[in-house]
């Protein structure tokens, strides 16, 4: 993946609101690598990460694609090794007071809102490292209450 000291747009973690038992792979999950976004089609980005402009990019091309009307969009994110295409929705960072910004939001449910940051891959690797955690603990306590 690059330099463990690299800074990548990530997501840091999911507001609360969506109980950690109802994550599903397809919504953005904390350590998810934004590497691009976009309408219609991946291999056509609106957004791809630059060099030191990260996040506050994205911000401001969610911004446009909210203004324009765009509600839906499809993240290409990189979890661990493999690379998925996630469909999200625009939605606004209630967390900025001053500035009106943007970020991600599960496409099935509005309580999933991802939390943006420019991190790096060390970061984004530890993140992976507690949702994978998680979802094994979880997976272990429904296998032994079903039985």
Known sequence: MGSSNQTVVGIKKVRKGMPEEEWDESMPLPGDIVESVSTVDQDDPLWAPAPGKGKS?????????????????????????????????????KRAKIHRK???????????????????????????????????TLLDSQLIHDM
Not at 60 to 76: C, H, P, S, Y
Not at 114 to 121: F, G, P
């Open 57 to 93: 990019e994205l911000s401001t091309q969610l911004r446009k694609l909210n203004r324009e009307g765009m509600e839906m969009v499809w993240v290409r994110v990189r979890r661990g090794d493999a690379v998925l295409s996630l469909r999200a929705r625009v939605a606004p960072d």
């Open 102 to 136: 943007f970020t991600l939001r599960a496409a099935r449910d509005d309580r999933h809102v991802a939390v943006l940051a420019d991190i790096t891959l060390d970061e984004c690797s530890e993140l992976q490292g507690m949702v994978l955690h998680l979802t094994c």
